[in-house]
């Protein structure tokens, strides 16, 4: 890992790069990818980022490893089956990984690591989450133990052996108590997920999408965003506020429950210039613990820290992406560091999960993918770009990237 120099990292010959970016289309759950698992999304994005790159040492590129974040996946390794399907070879090893919303972050960071500690030359890292596909978990209690029925199921995030003494909440009242605790208005909220849903199409209209999708499934564009204005989201009722009359937190300013998956491959810096392409060189990554019954905070935390140690704020940042889980968690964080997500185009630039979704697994993944959009394929932002998300459970995450040219 990167010294605690309080300086900003420099980039040498080991730094991991991020030299190429895919990802499908985000779906909505039930709808355009719904006939497609988990492994028939990741495998065609895999064999299109390998695709993307040049020849190493004069052959086809081969990944030393392929590292997959999911939250709900069907079981077994599911990166190992991908990876085989998408013809990478029986040589190439694979391994899944889950920090349940924050997988495919998880994911990009321990590639890099990888890479940082030369024990690998090529990484394919990423994410994916089929929710119209994901089994549902059924929650036995113990008999004669506070629990629910034995016929319930819990679809995501939650875990159903977590007793409520831990905290961790469901999401959407996570989201609720952080509106509430932080002084977020449903005004903003509205004001924020109507932003989302714009910049998203703008960006599409502009063709920003165009170089990192992978049609599948005959669906080759994302399927949530709309033309929304804060008038009509103003009408939803609120979600997940007990009596369903109370809170702010709606449909409208959250995400949706998403299918997608999204790969990056990662080298180390002098392949990178050996190749002479532009890349996104991952300058310092962390993870923090946060109490588990506010998770929506938890990059506070997480970027103050890894600013801090390296010297810069977060006004030296071109480019923000975080998890658009819900526009409450979002607004809560942005006002912790002072930044107005209103004026300018670094928080979310493109938009984010509000008008794209949110595949569980794979969003992490995609964060990096969107600051390779921003920060390489079009160089429009400039200056540091930073990748975070917050965890159920109460983790926050963080990574350090800059552009480097090629």
Known sequence: MTPLTRTPPAIGPDTPVVVAARRTPIGTAGHGLAAVDASGLLAPVLRAVLEDLPALDGRPPQPDEVIVGNCLGPGGNLARYAALAAGLGAHAPAVTVDRQCGSGQEAVHQGATLIRAGRATLVLAGGVESASTAPYRAFRPTPG??????????????????????????????????ADRFGISRQRQDRYAARSHTLTLAAAAAGAFADELVPIAGLSADERPRALREEVLARLRPAFAAGGNKGSVTAGNSCGISDGAAVVAVVPESVRAAWGVPGLALLDWLTVGVDPRWPGVGPVPAVERLLGRCGLDVGDLGALEITEAFAAQVLACTDAWRLDPFAGSVVCGQGGAIALGHPWGASGALLVVRLFARLVRSGADGGYGVATCAVGGGQGMALLAARVAG
């Open 145 to 178: 133990g506070p629990g629910e029925p034995a016929q319930a199921a819990v679809p995501y995030e939650r875990a159903p052996f977590a007793p409520p003494s831990l905290g961790d909440p469901e999401m959407g009242a996570a989201a609720e108590d952080v």
